[in-house]
C-alpha cells in the first residue's frame, strides 16, 4: 500500500469546497434571518424473541421486514409532486464515598423530572422548491436567536460569515455586499445547472459550518488544505481505477485522521491497530479475523477499513452488528463522516431497511444492519445480482456465529457471500473467540489476536469478607488481596450479607459502578437496597442535574416515572434491564456516561449492548437468571471495567457465596473458579469436580443451522433454492460443505453425513409444498420453489408458522372485519410471543366487554367466544376448551390496539399488567412481523388485497405516534419525547432538523447536549441526503435508455 501519499494530484478545490463562515445555509432562508420579506428491518422473528424477550434488552430482538422509507416522509414527496407537475422552471430559488448505618428515605427535594443539465429544470426546482417552502416554517426561536447573533454583532467579523441578503430579482445573496450581485448570479446559474445531489450536498456542507463561528484563520487555512486533499482524493478516484490509495491515512487522506481526531479525541492509532491495518492479508484483501480484549479498540480498525473500501474502491460496505441500539448508535455516530467525506451511512434495523438497496450509481452507501436485516438485505442483492457491487462486509461481535438461530442466520449471510461472491472481503471481530480454527476454516480468513487493552483489568472474586485476587496467567492463580473492611449494623448485615454497599460505597461517587445482576426483578432490588443505605451526602452531588434526569424520564412517561427510579436516581444511581422503555434506557446511559448518575445495576445484556465502561464491575452473582455464568459471558461483563482515557485501571469484583460452588456445572469450564476452588479449603468431592472442569472443553463456537430439528438448514436450502443459488442436490451439498455446519460436522450432527442432512431437508421442504422437483431441457433433476415457498423466504417467515399464516391470511379474506383495526392486528401479531405472555383473564374479560359487537362476533369466529373469556375470569372450569394460541395471541392483539388508539406505552402497561418494556417490544415486534406479513402477501396472488392495508398498518405500528411526529422519528435515534420537544420548539419536518443550527438547538430544546444536537442534525442532513438521492437515482432509472430497446 502506499502510503506516501506521493501520487496524489492537487487541485484546487471549486465546488465541493467547504467554508467556515458561521452561520449560513443554502436551505436557510435568509428571510428567517434579515427580516427580508422576499426570500425564503418474520419468521426469523422467532429466532431471538422466542428465547429471551423477558430476561434480556428488548432491542436485542429484530425481526425481518421491509420499509420504504421515502413513503415515510409525505411532506417531501408532495413537494417533489408539486414540483415535478406545477411549478415548472421558475428559478426561485465527589463528595463522602459511605453509607449510613440506618435505612433512610430519598426525598430531600425531588419530585421525579440527476440527469444534469441545463434543460433539467426539476433538480433544480427541487432544491429551490424546497428551500422556499420548507423554509417558510423555521422556527421562530431560531429566528430569534440569529436575531440575537445580528446584533451582537457575532457575523461582522467575518464579512463571508454574514447572513444572506434579498436582492430584487428575489433571488437570494449570500453574505455578500450587493455589487457583488453579477458574481453572485452567475454561482447561481452554475447551480442551477448541477444536481439535486451536488447542490443539497454543498448546501449540506455549508450547514455543517454553522457551528463554527469562533474558528481561527490557521484552523481555516489547515482546514481548507484538507478540504483540497481530500477534494483532490475524490477527483483522482473518480478519475483512476478503483482500488487506489487516496492517500497517507492507511491509503485515506490525512482529512480522515483529522475527522477521527475531531470527532473522537483519537490522535494516534495504538501499536495493534497500526500492525493490523498494515497486515499482508489486509493489503491483499484477504478475509480476516481480529480478536483483542473488549475496549481494545477493535472497532476503529473496522471504520479504517470500511472508508477505504467506500472511498479508495468505490464499493458499498455493510457492517453487521447484533442490536437495534448498536445500528441507531452507530449509524448517528457515523453520519457527519459520512456527510464530510460525500458516502451514505444507511439503517437496517427494526422496520427500516431497502430491499434491495437503491442502486446508486455515484455515491456509495454503508449499510449498518442487524444481524437479521443484514441477512435480507444480503438475499435481497443475491436476487438482483448485485451482490459483487458489496465490497466488505464487516461482523461486530463474530462470536454471535455460536448464538441460536441469530447465530445460523448470521451463518446463512456469511455463507451466501462466501459462494456467490468471491470478490467481497469479509472481516470479523469478537472479545470472546476460543475455537477460531472453525471460524478460520469458514470464512476462508486469516486471523490477527493481541491481548491488547488500553487500561488495566484487575480482577478479583470475594468469598466471605476476603477479597482475592486473580492471576490467570499463574499456577496459583488466586492470591489474598485484603479483607473488606466495612461497618455493618446487624440489620445491614442481613439486608445486604453479600456487602454489596461496603463494595460500591468504595468508588461512587467519584467513579462510575456497574452491578451485573442475574435477574430484572433483582437488578431493581439492588438499586433500592444500596440508596436506603447511602449517606445522605449523595444526594448533594449532582444534584441539579440529576433534578434534570428524573424530570426528562418522567416526560418520556408522559408524567408517569417508575418508583423505583424515583428513589434511585436522586443517589445517582438507577437500574438497566430489558423491563425500561428505548427513551428510558437512552436517558439514563447518557446520564451514566455524562457521570450524572455513577452507578447501574445491569443484567448481562449490558455488557454486549453498550459501550458503558465502568471504574469497578460487581458481578453479584455467578448466575445469569438460573444458570452459571459461560466464560465468555463474564469476559464480557468484567471487560466493561475500565474507561479508557479516563481511568488508569480498571477493576472487577465476583461475589461468589459458599453455595455457587456446588452448583458448577461441568459443562462450565471456569478456570479462574477451578483454581480457586482448588486452592481454598475444598472438599476432595470438590476437587474432583474441579478436575472434571479443568479436562472440559472450552466454549466453543458452533453452528446452530441444525438446532430445532434443522430449521436453520431447512430455511438456508430453501433461499438457496428460491435465490436460485443452488438448483440440484448436489449444488446443496456443495453449498453446505463450505457453512460452519460443514466445516463442525463432526461435531454438529454426527449421526447424519452432509448428503443425508440434504436430502431430509429438501424431503421436508417438499412436503410441506416449498419447493417442487422437476426436470430441466437436459433431463437432469432440479429444484424449483413454488409460490409459498418464495412468499415464506421473501417474508423471512419462519418454517413453523408459514403455512399457519397462510391458513389465517386466507380464511381472512373471507370476512376480514375492518370497521376496527382488530382483526388486521391480530394477523400480524407475531406467533413467537404468544408464550411470552400469560393473559390476565380479568383483564382479558373487561376488554371484551368493551368491545363492539362486530369485535365480538369476530372474537368468537377466531376461536374466543366471550363466554370462554368469562368462565376463565370466574375461576370456572371450561367445557370447550379454546385453542390457547389463538387465545393468547388474540390477547396480545388487544395490547396492540390499546397501544395504538391511545399511544400511551404506561397506561397500556398499567391496564395489562404488563412491562412498558415488554409492550415496547411487542410493538416493535408486530411492525416488524406486519412487514415480513406484507411481503408474504406481495408474492401470492390471491393475497393481493392486503398490500393496501398492510402496508399502512405497518406505518401506523412502527411509530405509534402523533402523525405529526413521524417525520422527526425517522432520524436516528429520535424518540418520541424528543420528537415532541423539537416538534414544540418549531422544528417540524427533517427539512428543518437537517437545516437546524446545533448551537440553537440545545438553546430551545430542553435538555439536549451539545454532542447530541450535532448528532440529530448531521443524521437528518444524512437521511435527507438519502432520500434525494435516491429520487435522483429514480429520475436516471426513468430518464435512462432501455438497453434492449427495439432498433430497426
Ligand atoms: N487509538 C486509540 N486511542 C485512544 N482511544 C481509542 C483508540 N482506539 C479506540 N479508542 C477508544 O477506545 C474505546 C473502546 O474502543 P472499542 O469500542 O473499539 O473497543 P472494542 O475493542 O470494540 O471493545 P468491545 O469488545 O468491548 O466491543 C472507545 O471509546 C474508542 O473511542
Ligand atoms: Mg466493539
Not at 570 to 593: D, I, K, N, Q, W
Amino acid at each position: 500500500m502506499n502510503t506516501d501519499h506521493q501520487g496524489i494530484k492537487v487541485k484546487r478545490v471549486t465546488s465541493r469546497k467547504r467554508s467556515r463562515d458561521g452561520l449560513r445555509s443554502h436551505l436557510t432562508p435568509a428571510k428567517k434571518r434579515t427580516g427580508s420579506p422576499e426570500e425564503p428491518e418474520g419468521g426469523h422473528a422467532v429466532l431471538m424473541m422466542e428465547e429471551k424477550l423477558e430476561g434480556d434488552c428488548s432491542d436485542q430482538e429484530d425481526l425481518f421486514g421491509d420499509y420504504d422509507s421515502i413513503l415515510g416522509d409525505r411532506a417531501f414527496l408532495a413537494k417533489l409532486e408539486e414540483v415535478e407537475f406545477g411549478m415548472g422552471c421558475d428559478n426561485r430559488v465527589a463528595s463522602d464515598p459511605g453509607f449510613d448505618g440506618a435505612p433512610h428515605s430519598p426525598e430531600d427535594g425531588y419530585m421525579a423530572l440527476r440527469t444534469g443539465d441545463s434543460k433539467d429544470c426539476s433538480s433544480a426546482d427541487v432544491v429551490s422548491s424546497l428551500r422556499d417552502t420548507f423554509m417558510d416554517e423555521l422556527p421562530s426561536s431560531q429566528l430569534a436567536f440569529q436575531q440575537e447573533l445580528l446584533k451582537k454583532g457575532a457575523w461582522s467579523t467575518n464579512s463571508s460569515a454574514s447572513p444572506q441578503t434579498g436582492d430584487a430579482t428575489g433571488r437570494t445573496t449570500r453574505g455578500r455586499p450587493t455589487s457583488r450581485n453579477r458574481k453572485d448570479e452567475r454561482d447561481a446559474e452554475a447551480q442551477a445547472k448541477s444536481s439535486v445531489t451536488d447542490r443539497l450536498k454543498s448546501a449540506m456542507r455549508e450547514n455543517a459550518t454553522v457551528s463554527s463561528l469562533g474558528v481561527s484563520t490557521s484552523a481555516a487555512r489547515k482546514e481548507a488544505a484538507l478540504t483540497k486533499e481530500i477534494s483532490a482524493a475524490m477527483e483522482a478516484r473518480e478519475a483512476g481505477p478503483a482500488g487506489i490509495d487516496l492517500g497517507p491515512f492507511y491509503g485515506l487522506p490525512s482529512k480522515v485522521k483529522e475527522l477521527i481526531s475531531k470527532q473522537r479525541g483519537i490522535k494516534d492509532l495504538y501499536d495493534w491497530q497500526k500492525t493490523c491495518l498494515t497486515l499482508e492479508s489486509v493489503q491483499q484483501r484477504r478475509n480476516l479475523i481480529y480478536s483483542l480484549p473488549t475496549s481494545g479498540g477493535k472497532t476503529l480498525v473496522a471504520e479504517i477499513l470500511i472508508l477505504r473500501e467506500l472511498l479508495c474502491r468505490s464499493m458499498n460496505a455493510l457492517l453487521i452488528l447484533p442490536y437495534i441500539s448498536l445500528v441507531q448508535e452507530k449509524v448517528r455516530g457515523l453520519a457527519s463522516l459520512g456527510l464530510e467525506l460525500d458516502f451514505l451511512v444507511e439503517e437496517y434495523a427494526g422496520s427500516k431497511g431497502r430491499f434491495p438497496p437503491v442502486k446508486r450509481r455515484k455515491k456509495k452507501s454503508l449499510f449498518v444492519a442487524t444481524i437479521e436485516k443484514g441477512h435480507s438485505l444480503v438475499n435481497s442483492l443475491v436476487e438482483a445480482g448485485r451482490l459483487q457491487g458489496l465490497g466488505l462486509v464487516v461482523v461486530d461481535e463474530l462470536h454471535m456465529l455460536g448464538e441460536g438461530k441469530r447465530g445460523a442466520l448470521l451463518e446463512m449471510t456469511l455463507a451466501k457471500v462466501l459462494y456467490v461472491s468471491s470478490s467481497t472481503q469479509i472481516i470479523g471481530m469478537s472479545a470472546t473467540l476460543s475455537n477460531t480454527e472453525d471460524l478460520q476454516k469458514f470464512l476462508k480468513a486469516d486471523n490477527f489476536t493481541s491481548d491488547f487493552r488500553p487500561v488495566q483489568l484487575m480482577e478479583y472474586v470475594k468469598v466471605r469478607d476476603t477479597i482475592y485476587e486473580i492471576h490467570p496467567k499463574e499456577e496459583e492463580c488466586f492470591n489474598f488481596s485484603r479483607v473488606l473492611n466495612f461497618k455493618y449494623s446487624s440489620s445491614m448485615q442481613k439486608v445486604d450479607p453479600d456487602h454489596i454497599i461496603a463494595l460500591v460505597a468504595e468508588v461512587i461517587p467519584a467513579h462510575s459502578c456497574l452491578v451485573f445482576c442475574p435477574s430484572k426483578k433483582n437488578c431493581e432490588n439492588v438499586a433500592d437496597m444500596i440508596c436506603k443505605y447511602l449517606k445522605k451526602g449523595f444526594l448533594k452531588h449532582r444534584e441539579e442535574e440529576k433534578a434534570r434526569l428524573l424530570q426528562e424520564l418522567r416526560e418520556s412517561g408522559a408524567g408517569a416515572l417508575c418508583p423505583v427510579l424515583c428513589r434511585t436516581v436522586p443517589f445517582g444511581l438507577a437500574y438497566h434491564h430489558g423491563g425500561l422503555t428505548g427513551e428510558e434506557r437512552r436517558l439514563l446511559e447518557e446520564a451514566y456516561s455524562a457521570g450524572t448518575l455513577c452507578l447501574l445495576t445491569c443484567t448481562s445484556t449490558l455488557a454486549a449492548g453498550i459501550n458503558l465502561p465502568a471504574r469497578r464491575v460487581i458481578l453479584r452473582s455467578p448466575y445469569v437468571a438460573t444458570d452459571f455464568l459461560k466464560r465468555s459471558q463474564y469476559k464480557q461483563m468484567v471487560g466493561r471495567a475500565g474507561r479508557a482515557g479516563i481511568d488508569s485501571l480498571g477493576e472487577s469484583i465476583l461475589i461468589l457465596q459458599e453455595k455457587d460452588r456446588l452448583s458448577v456445572s461441568p459443562a462450565v469450564l471456569w478456570s479462574h473458579w477451578v483454581s480457586f476452588v482448588s486452592c481454598s479449603s475444598a472438599s476432595p468431592a470438590l476437587r474432583s469436580q474441579a478436575k472434571q472442569l479443568l479436562s472440559s472443553p472450552l466454549e466453543s463456537c458452533y453452528s446452530h443451522l441444525m438446532d430445532a430439528n434443522g430449521q436453520g438448514i431447512h430455511s438456508l436450502i430453501l433461499s438457496l433454492v428460491g435465490l436460485k443459488i443452488t438448483r440440484t442436490l448436489e449444488q446443496i451439498r456443495d453449498f453446505v460443505s463450505g457453512t460452519l455446519l460443514g466445516v463442525q460436522q463432526s461435531h454438529s450432527c454426527q449421526e447424519k453425513s452432509l448428503w443425508e442432512i440434504v436430502q431430509d431437508s429438501v424431503e421436508f421442504l417438499r412436503h410441506k409444498g416449498l419447493i417442487s422437483v422437476s426436470t430441466d431441457c437436459e433431463n437432469n433433476t432440479v429444484l424449483l420453489v413454488t409460490n409459498l415457498g418464495r412468499a415464506t423466504y421473501k417474508g423471512s417467515i419462519d418454517l413453523t408458522y408459514c403455512d399457519v399464516l397462510y391458513r389465517d391470511l386466507s380464511k381472512g379474506l373471507d370476512g376480514l372485519m375492518l370497521s376496527s383495526l382488530l382483526h388486521l392486528v391480530y394477523l400480524v401479531t407475531p406467533y413467537d410471543l404468544v408464550s411470552q405472555c400469560k393473559p390476565d383473564w380479568m383483564v382479558y374479560f373487561r376488554q371484551l366487554t368493551s368491545m363492539t359487537a362486530t369485535e365480538l362476533k369476530m372474537a368468537s369466529v377466531l376461536g374466543v367466544p366471550e363466554s370462554f373469556v368469562a368462565r376463565k375470569a370466574a375461576g370456572q372450569s371450561v367445557r370447550k376448551p379454546a385453542d390457547p394460541e389463538v387465545v393468547g395471541r388474540l390477547y396480545l392483539a388487544l395490547v396492540l390496539l390499546s397501544m395504538l388508539k391511545e399511544t400511551d406505552l404506561w397506561a397500556v402497561a398499567d391496564r395489562f399488567r404488563l412491562t412498558r418494556g415488554f409492550v415496547q417490544s411487542l410493538l416493535s415486534s408486530a411492525s416488524a412481523f406486519c412487514s415480513c406479513v406484507l411481503h408474504f402477501t406481495e408474492e401470492l396472488g390471491e393475497l393481493w388485497a392486503y398490500k393496501a392495508l398492510l402496508t399502512e398498518l405497518m406505518r401506523r405500528l412502527t411509530y405509534c405516534v402523533k402523525a405529526e411526529l413521524i417525520p422527526l422519528m425517522e432520524v436516528a435515534g429520535v424518540q418520541e419525547a424528543r420528537a415532541k420537544q423539537l416538534h414544540g420548539a418549531g422544528y417540524k419536518t427533517l427539512c428543518h432538523l437537517a437545516n437546524a443550527d446545533p448551537s440553537l438547538l440545545v438553546q430551545t430544546v430542553p435538555n439536549l447536549s451539545k454532542r447530541q444536537a450535532n448528532q440529530i442534525v448531521a443524521s437528518a442532513k444524512m437521511l435527507l441526503m438519502e432520500k434525494a438521492e435516491s429520487l435522483q437515482e429514480e429520475v436516471n432509472e426513468l430518464l435512462s435508455l432501455p438497453a434492449d430497446l427495439p432498433s430497426s
